[in-house]
């Protein structure tokens, strides 16, 4: 491939078959590395190419998970602020006045406020005006909140939410999936870097052969390394296949870009005239019917094109609602009914024990 360039002037690869002389020239997609130009002569550079992954699509949001993703952390943590605000100011209120007994307890307080905030049959207080100007407060903050939770829930059911995708580096870095290719020059250029973000990539990067990226990549749940062409067409391996290629999303932003350029000795005679016809190739729209070529020749059509038109989602026709819908309530049923018969047995149990302590 690209290869290796040694201390001792050796090395392999196109940079090796150069360095040790050859080759006159070395043009593959290289990069101006910085390692290289210690060693070898730069051309002008004749093309930008980009380096982006492929990442797995962002799997759809199990629908019984939406009835917590109604509202952000945020928001459920200043409502649980509210709730409890008003359950003290309540406890206060009954604790202070000539109320029954059981209105002057915590547990029934908790349950009243509780049913305001879930709109139901509740017992408001009205002893004095402060207290009808409270009530009524919370009352219409309840209203607004639970109609608000109730079109975010419904609108759930009509477009289905999705996870995250993964469209920036810093998304990339966060999700720490590995990614891969086939060679180490796809990190070259970020090894220098002391970002962070950055060191954290290339850990997650891997080297594996062709063929065991084509069985990883069939597995899918990892990130594909790949180029992204000056004129927008993408540089893929032969591993992403037609088979596979609907398990990946292609991501917005490059992990970086570079100027790529031909290698020569530092003592090539020719690298004026060979400039030169970079430029005239370049100036007269070469290059862009050349990547037109190659991409017919060696790039499947249908690979490019889905991999270019990955942000689209399918259509979500109508479908009548099932148990999947339901489970986030009879988790929240499930979960009671059993709280309730744990009580129920200490309870019992408590009862026996203090009425054997009483006999004995």
């Given at each position: 491939?690209?290869?290796?360039?040694?201390?001792?002037?050796?090395?392999n690869g196109v940079m090796g078959s150069v360095i040790e002389r050859k080759a006159d020239v070395g043009a593959c997609a290289m990069s101006s590395w910085f390692h290289s130009?210690?060693?070898?002569?730069?051309?002008?550079?004749?093309?930008?190419g980009g380096v982006t992954c492929l990442t797995p699509k962002p799997e759809m949001i199990?629908?019984?998970?939406?009835m917590v993703l109604v509202f952000t952390d945020t928001t459920w943590f200043l409502i649980l602020i509210t709730f409890g605000l008003a359950v003290t100011v309540y406890f206060a209120i009954a604790r202070t006045s000539n109320d029954q007994a059981k209105y002057r307890s915590l547990v029934w307080n908790v349950l009243n406020v509780l049913s305001i905030f879930m709109l139901q049959s509740t017992h408001v207080r009205t002893r004095s005006p402060s207290e009808v100007i409270l009530s009524l407060a919370l009352l219409l903050f309840a209203l607004n909140l639970c109609n608000i939770y109730t079109s975010k829930n419904a609108s759930f059911r009509t477009i289905p939410p999705y996870k995250n995708p993964i469209d920036t580096i810093d998304q990339l870095a966060e999700s720490d999936i590995t990614?891969?290719?086939?060679?180490?020059?796809?990190?070259?250029?970020?090894?220098?870097?002391?970002?962070?973000?950055?060191?954290?990539l290339i850990s997650n990067f891997k080297v594996y052969q062709p063929p065991e990226l084509l069985q990883m990549a069939n597995e899918g749940g990892i990130g594909l390394a790949i180029g992204r062409l000056q004129n927008g067409h993408l540089m893929l391996g032969s591993w992403i296949?037609?088979?596979?290629?609907?398990?990946?999303?292609?991501?917005?932003q490059d992990l970086y870009y570079e100027y790529e350029v031909a290698m020569a000795t530092k003592t090539w005679p020719l690298m004026d005239q060979f400039d030169e016809l970079i430029m005239r190739t370049y100036e007269a729209g070469l290059r862009y019917f050349q990547e037109l070529q190659v991409i017919y020749k060696h790039s499947n059509y249908v690979v490019q094109t889905t991999l270019l038109n990955s942000h689209l989602r399918a259509p979500n026709a109508p479908h009548a609602l099932g148990v999947m819908h339901l489970m986030?309530?009879?988790?929240?049923?499930?979960?009671?009914?059993?709280?309730?018969?744990?009580?129920?047995?200490v309870e019992k149990f408590t009862i026996k024990f203090r009425s054997v302590v009483q006999q004995q």
């Open positions: 491939m690209w290869g290796t360039i040694h201390e001792n002037k050796t090395g130009i210690k060693h070898l002569r730069f051309s002008k550079a004749f093309l930008r199990m629908p019984w998970k939406t990614w891969l290719q086939a060679h180490e020059a796809w990190i070259s250029s970020l090894k220098l870097s002391e970002n962070p973000t950055i060191q954290n296949t037609v088979e596979n290629v609907h398990q990946y999303r292609l991501m917005r986030g309530g009879f988790f929240i049923h499930g979960v009671g009914t059993m709280a309730s018969v744990v009580v129920f047995l």
